[in-house]
């Protein structure tokens, strides 16, 4: 139980949320990308916390991501749904308003 | 073999396959059930890292909550619709090409630290954790933080009802 | 002796309301009349007679006094002190009351005689414009403020003349008058500027104080005089004197028409008749001969001769011209211009009074003349019909008028007398006083002055003759115009004028009898004669001439005989040819009509006045059409030339600078917009709003960044 496997496996997941979040434009997919990203986060957290001597440090900052990540989601996902409701579209690519 | 890592790599396996059919699929749908699978996987992985605590907390919050609120995003932004709930894809060679060589690097950075043959790491002892000392750590020393993930958590509640929720003069206007 | 003590600012004296009336009264009629359309003519009217009233009260009032200056300061540059001045005199009087007293008799007839025009109010404010003007020259006694009006003169008589400007010939007419005066006062001008270098003042007092206390030292005419407690003095050639009283005489060559200048007047006539009565016979010309009786007194001989030579020759050619005329207002006009002849003759030989005296007497027949013409004018006008139209003022279409017109005719008559010179009648008196002067003075003089004398006595010999002439033509024998017309036509009844036209000429024909002036024959018996006597010439000692009243009276009593006798004999003998030649059924009586173009040598010159015209056009005028023709080319090709050149210089440069400003200077401004607008599109392509964009961006940087770090 290497932890090389579990940082690679950290890093892969956090570039397939990447990859997700850069390609998708429906705004759930986004925030599906984020989570996968966030997650590879936390299973960086929670692997050097299998090897730190105290042990739980690592996985009381896991703990806060999920807290986080759970309001993030929340408020997100209420913004898409305003959003939807005031464009008619959850597409990111014809909410640009702001651009220049 | 140990049944331990063969059980870890199955669930590394799990985890990696569901990412990338989520990467993969269009349908938003498939990628949010896929993702449970990513969650699963990863909650096993805690597991089998000690982090029992944690591995719950992870099926409980995000396959019980957040999954269910990508759901139900879903739903409500494709409301009336009978077809597939696909979404367009753009940019997809500059994203893969970017998600490739950022993972290239992270690989190469990770290969190179050599995490694995550090003093701290071989000398640590993996004793077993416990949630009852958790709990403890958690109330005694990070016990501020707690509070404060308490009250943000309390103000997203609340701002993603206003956010969502209808407005003053929308209420008025309904009534 | 300093110039602020000649030249006093008098106090307040009430005369001053009076003279501004004088002036004002006319100017307001000017100003106003021309609005009031429909009653200009009895409000011009009204204007006048309140006019003359005042100048009648003024004439009771200052009678007998020895003259009244009124000067005020007018505006100063530095210490050059400017004033305006008045001065009432007798002379001044009695020339207001002539003025106001044939301008009002002028209004009156013109009532009648312009009742069909519809511009009748700008004829009657014109009026008010020549009386402000005349009075303005008759009141002042400043000879810039005399220039001023001389010229406001002189304009009002082109207004009046050009009356009928859609006429050719008033137009032109009234542009011969124009410049032919302007001649005249660049003389005054001159005049005027040689008296300033020498005495630095306009005002006539002030002139005369210092020519009498100027001298003659070496040919060399020198003014001292002290000026602000300074010493001046000012030293010119002598021949300045002479030249400056010549150069204001030039003035009245043209306004009193003279030769060389006279040719004006007659054309003149191409204004209203009773415009051609108030200035051409009656006031404007004689305003040149009124500035010579102001300046008569700084006149040196030599200047005297010159104005005696010029009268006579004028009195002479205008006589023999009025012989041929056909144009009834021709023979008056030229006959105007003889009798100015007399009058600048009499200045000319030192008749300061004679010439004055005829000023005045002819003023009243000459009018008279003028306004009775005006009636047969007028009455022949209303024959006229669409059908049958005809020169109203041709002697031709007259002829027996005494019959339907015998009021017209008598007041036609009395002032004919009174031209001629018969014995009882006005001209007669100072007719025979300027010759008998002229006499005298030739006889002082001697040498070759007598062919003053003999053109004098010529003249009268050919007044009466053509006085009589016109006589005869147009009242005597059988009324002419039913047997020019055509026979089918039926003429109305020719008649004498209504009130309007009668009432002045008769006032006129009464003014014509010397009973006015005296029960005498003799001219120096007369009132006039007591009120204005001969003054002392000024001019320094070797320069003045010899005064008339130097010469001893038996000497005047013993000439006036003769000079009676012969004049007398000489018009005589003008009105027995006359009637000789054209009584009724007489040669030439019944030859007339059928007259065109005066044929032989003598009628030639006499119809065509001298050739004076015909010599100018062919002489000056072809010289100066030929100079400006030049002048024209000059311009046209050299100056223009060279401003076209620069002009096209201008356009190439222009050319080139646009082509400059619009590649170079616009390329620029246009690069710089160009490069700002595709960066702006360039950074504006980066802010497109897509987040994820933003997200890969960062990304690509990083790991851009990464590799740096790393490799």
Known sequence: ?100 | MEIANIIFYAFIGITLISALFIMLTKNILYSAFALIATFLGMAGIFVLLGAEFVAITQILVYVGGILILIVFGIMLTNRGKTTKVDTKIYHKFYGILIATGFFYLLARGISTADFGGMAWMTNSNSSPSSIRHLGMKVMTDYVLVFEVIGILLLIALIGAIRIAGHTREEVEHVD | MDINDIIIVTDFNPLIFWILALLGIPLLSFFTATFLKKNAPLWASTLLFANLLVAIYLAIEYWGTQGVTIRGDWFGIGDTRFTYSFFIDQLALIMLLVVNFIALLVHFFSIEYMRHDAQKARYFGLLGLFTFSMLGIVLFNDLLFIFIFWELVGLSSYLLIGFWFEKKSASLAANKAFIMNRIGDLGFLTGLMILYAQFQTFDLEGIKSLTILSSIEDGNWIAEYFKNGELVRNSLDGRWLSAAGIALFCGAVGKSAQFPLQVWLPDAMEGPTPVSALIHAATMVAAGVFMIARIFVILDAQALEVIAVVGAITAFMAAVAALSQFDIKKVLAYSTISQLGYMVLAMGVGAYTAGLFHLVTHAMFKAGLFLSAGTIIHQLHQLETEETRFDTQDMRVMGGLRKFMPFTFFCFLICALALAGIPGFTGFLSKDAILLDTAVWIDEKGGGFYFIEVLAFATVLLTAFYTFRMIFLVFTGTFRLPNLVDKSVTLKPLKDGNIFLKLPAVLLAIGSFSLVFGLSFKAEDTWFYQVIQNPIFLVPEPYAAFNLIDIPLEYFEFLHARVVTISIILALAGLVTAFLMYRPGARFATSFPEKREPIGFFRQISFYHWYQNALYEKVILKFILMMSRWLAWFDEKVLDGFVNMIAKLQVVIAHLVAWFDKNIVDGFVHLTTYTTGKVGQMTRSIQSGNVQGYIMAAMAFLILMLIWLLF
Do not use: P
Not at chain 1, 43 to 58: E, I, P, T
Not at chain 1, 61 to 73: D, K, Q, R, Y
């Open chain 1, 1 to 100: 139980m290497s932890i090389d496997i579990l940082l690679l496996l950290g890093a892969a997941l956090f570039c397939i949320g990447l990859a997700v979040v850069v390609t998708r434009k429906n705004a759930i997919a986004v925030l599906i990308g984020i989570e996968l990203m966030l997650n590879a986060a936390n299973l960086n957290l929670v692997a050097f916390s299998r090897f730190d001597g105290d042990q739980l440090q690592g996985q009381i900052f896991a703990l806060f991501v999920i807290t986080v990540a759970a309001a993030e989601a929340a408020v997100a996902l209420a913004i898409v749904v305003k959003v939807y409701q005031h464009f008619n579209t959850a597409d990111l690519d014809q909410i640009n308003e702001l651009k220049g």
